[in-house]
């Protein structure tokens, strides 16, 4: 299971400015954090995301959709392997969720799509035109949930989500950053 931790919260839906994704593991309890690089720990918003068909992405070259294409059903390393150059302007998902990179190899940058059209780069938030791989959002399992604590090592204030949360302080979280994060499921 994958989930989408958003940055910031507008008041009626979410803000697209800055996200990661958090994945349960085989086992039945995962610990996982953010890298050291990350210093925005202020999140208000998180919700689960689900795959409910085959997944299907379309890079574009040029912006608007135009240019040369790569279409692509499941994870992809390297777009160069399939002959495409690194550069994406424009990204049409057909279905499923995604994270994309900037690098080969799942590395660098991450974007998390989801059904909709990105005439340009701009559009999922990146700062330039750079695309080297891309998998899906899997889904595995129905029992999943997740625990954000304010304070380092899983301690303080808690709140536990096994569903969307829009704005984390109508759920009581009174808290305005998150420290730490436990993410279970059964996948």
Same mark, same amino acid.
């Given at each position: 299971m994958h989930w989408? /931790? /958003?940055?910031q919260c507008g008041t009626n839906k979410f803000s697209q400015a800055k996200a990661n994704v958090l994945q349960t593991s085989s086992h039945s309890q995962q610990i996982l954090l953010f890298p050291k690089s990350h210093t925005n720990s202020h999140y208000g918003a998180c919700s689960p995301l689900l795959l409910l068909s085959l997944p299907q992405i379309v890079f574009y070259e040029g912006r608007c959709f135009s240019g040369r294409k790569l279409e692509v059903y499941g994870d992809c390393d390297n777009f160069l392997d399939r002959g495409f150059m690194n550069r994406v302007n424009s990204i049409r998902v057909e279905s499923g969720a995604w994270i994309c990179y900037n690098h080969p190899d799942f590395k660098g940058q991450q974007y998390i799509l989801e059904r909709g059209e990105?005439?340009?780069?701009?559009?999922?938030?990146?700062?330039n035109d750079h695309m080297g791989s891309c998998r899906t959002v899997r889904m595995?399992?129905?029992?999943?949930?997740i625990q954000l604590f304010d304070s380092c090592n899983y301690m303080g204030q808690c709140i536990e989500l096994c569903d969307d949360c829009p704005f984390l302080q109508s759920f009581g979280y009174g808290r305005t950053c998150v420290n730490s994060i436990r993410v279970y499921g059964d996948g």
């Open positions: 989408k /931790i /958003i940055a990105y005439p340009e780069f701009q559009c999922w938030n990146s700062h595995h399992g129905e029992h999943y949930r």
